[in-house]
């Protein structure tokens, strides 16, 4: 594991709810997508400023457990642990808490690409220490 997980909080809105009145499991990904991007704003800068160095970042392989619901108007904590990094490749291991109960956990798996060519490519050293911190 490196460095401290950011943690974003999200709102559960009525409309990313099922029948079953809990949160449709897809939008836990979703969810994540918005606090990853929080994750490099805090640390990095704007997406813009990341793709000015020449990278981008694609999802490779994700897993996801579900341990309890979360429910409309629930306030989520989203803690994004990095747990590696790798010459080409990110992990980060998301914990989905609810007023401190871990609700859902897992693992994104992102490639850093060159995003003209769609290649992969080695993380920045500006970057890696900006997520290892």
């Not at 000015?52 to 108007?73: I, K, N, Q």
């Not at 992102?110 to 890696?128: C, M, N, S, W, Y």
Request: net charge negative.
């Amino acid at each position: 594991m490196t460095g401290t997980a950011f943690t974003h909080r999200i709102r559960v809105r009525y409309s990313e709810c099922d029948q079953q009145g809990v949160v449709f499991n897809g939008h836990y990904l979703f969810f994540y997508d918005v606090a990853v991007v929080e994750l490099f704003r805090a640390r990095i800068g704007s997406w813009q400023q990341v793709l000015e160095r020449g990278v981008d970042l694609v999802v490779a392989e994700t897993r996801l457990r579900y341990r309890a619901p979360a429910r409309f108007d629930d306030e989520l904590d989203i803690s994004l642990p990095v747990t590696h990094l790798g010459t080409t490749s990110l992990v980060i291991s998301p914990q989905f808490h609810r007023d401190g109960r871990l609700l859902t956990d897992g693992e994104v798996r992102h490639v850093f690409v060159d995003p003209a060519t769609g290649q992969k490519t080695p993380i920045p050293e500006d970057l890696r220490s900006a997520l290892s911190a």
